[in-house]
Structures are given as structure tokens and as C-alpha cells.
């Protein structure tokens, strides 16, 4: 099956820095990798998503890149508030069967 | 976007009870819903999948006998935890794709909280 990994599990920056979280994945039939946002005590929010056959893609202060060959995806936060502080999970799914693989998790704090 | 309901958001039962959790897809239809389990800083991990009008696919490891899931309608789900233990608190999410939507996305229910006692 898909197995995924994901660093760092913890990523402490300052407001107006840059944040990096890097994931890999096993499974060359995966083709949809989205990325979510959970708060405390809540399910998980889509925040950007990137499909198999796209490079790169960007929406306001996020971005996502995806690597095919290396298998790896990472998302990239930039401009950080301290609003952002979240945990962060990708996953990695193949969307013929359905099921999506989920990252441990990275707990992001933006200090003030 | 598309809406997921969860009730009840939080249960605190007695050991050996039974729990029901229900999960909704508010304004679309879900032939398919996603069960997952999440323990206290840990990821969500897939329970099983719940197809609609028909037997649910449990992942490795997960008993179906001990967590019951029924699909009934195209905008319900169930998940039933059969005389629960405190092995069994944790946060339970579901999800549900929309076809009605020209996306793969997964769409997630706030959770629900179950504390066995």
C-alpha cells in the first residue's frame, strides 16, 4: 500500500517568515495530493491540492510543488500570521480507488 | 464547498456501551464516506470505507464486528462502536467526496470526541 512521509514533525518560525513542509510518498499510482489544515478539536480543512499531471501550483500566500519522479510533494507558506499555526497533514491518494494516505502531521507555530 | 456533518461532536459513554456517531452529507450526495480514527497527536488513520447499499470495506486490522458501519441512505453513514473501552476514546472523523464537484476533494466532518470511561 501507500505509505507517506512527512517533515518536519514540529516547525516554529517567526510572523513574516517562510514555512516548508515536505512530504514523500511510495505509491507511483497516486495522482492527487492534497494538503489540510486542522485546528484543535476540528476535522481536517482542505487548504490547496495539486493533481499528477500539474508541477506547481499557487493560491495567495500558498503554494504546493510536486516532484513525480522523486516522489515527493511539499507546501510552502509564506508571509506566516499567526493564524497559520495549525497542524498541518499532506496525503497522497489515488483517485481510481478512492482512499487518500495521510502524513503523521507537522504542528506549525508562528510566534508574534 | 460542500458540507459534512458529525452528531454528536463529543460522547462520553461507560465501558461495554455502544455508541453511534452519525455522519451527513449536508447539500450533496456520498455513494461513498471515509471512517477514520485519530488519536491525540497522531494521524488520522482510514478505519474503513462505507458504500452505499452495501457492505463497508474495513482496512488491516479493524474489527467489523466491533465497529459496525451502515450506509443507508445516500447522505447518512454510521459508525457504531459495540461495547466500547477506554482503548476505544478517540477522535472519530468521517469524509465523503462530491461528485457533484469537478474535484477529487475529500470533504471532512468536524469529528467526534468519544471518551470510554
Known amino acids: 500500500g501507500e505509505n507517506v512521509e512527512q517533515h518536519p514533525s514540529t516547525l516554529s518560525v517567526q510572523e513574516g517568515d517562510s514555512a516548508v513542509i515536505k512530504c514523500t510518498y511510495s505509491?507511483?499510482?497516486?495522482?492527487?495530493f492534497p494538503w489540510y489544515k486542522q485546528e484543535l478539536g476540528k476535522g481536517p480543512q482542505l487548504i490547496i491540492d495539486?493533481?499528477?499531471?500539474?508541477g506547481e501550483k499557487k493560491d495567495q500566500r500558498i503554494a504546493v510543488t510536486l516532484n513525480k519522479t522523486a516522489k515527493h510533494f511539499s507546501l510552502h507558506i509564506t508571509e506566516t500570521q499567526p493564524e497559520d499555526s495549525a497542524v498541518y497533514f499532506c496525503?497522497?491518494?489515488?483517485?481510481?480507488?478512492?482512499?487518500?494516505?495521510f502524513g503523521d502531521g507537522t504542528t506549525l507555530t508562528v510566534k508574534p | 464547498g460542500a458540507v459534512v456533518s458529525q452528531h454528536p461532536s463529543w460522547v462520553i459513554c461507560k465501558s461495554g456501551t455502544s455508541v453511534k456517531i452519525e455522519c451527513r452529507s449536508l447539500?450533496?450526495?456520498?455513494?461513498?464516506m471515509f471512517w477514520y480514527r485519530q488519536f491525540p497527536k497522531q494521524s488520522l488513520m482510514l478505519m474503513a470505507t462505507?458504500?452505499?447499499?452495501?457492505?463497508?470495506?474495513?482496512e488491516q486490522g479493524v474489527e467489523k464486528d466491533k465497529f459496525l458501519i451502515n450506509h443507508a441512505s445516500l447522505t447518512l453513514s454510521t459508525l457504531t462502536v459495540t461495547s466500547a473501552h477506554p482503548e476505544d476514546s478517540s477522535f472519530y472523523i468521517c469524509?465523503?467526496?462530491?461528485?457533484?464537484?469537478?474535484?477529487?476533494?475529500?470533504?471532512f466532518g468536524p469529528g467526534t470526541r468519544l471518551t470510554v470511561l
Open positions: 469524509s465523503a467526496p462530491s461528485v457533484r464537484f469537478v474535484s477529487d476533494e475529500q470533504f
Open positions: 505509491d507511483s499510482a497516486s495522482n492527487y
Open positions: 495539486i493533481r499528477s499531471n500539474v
Open positions: 496525503a497522497a491518494a489515488n483517485t481510481n480507488a478512492g482512499k487518500s494516505t
Open positions: 447539500d450533496f450526495q456520498a455513494t461513498t
Open positions: 462505507s458504500n452505499e447499499g452495501s457492505k463497508a470495506t474495513y
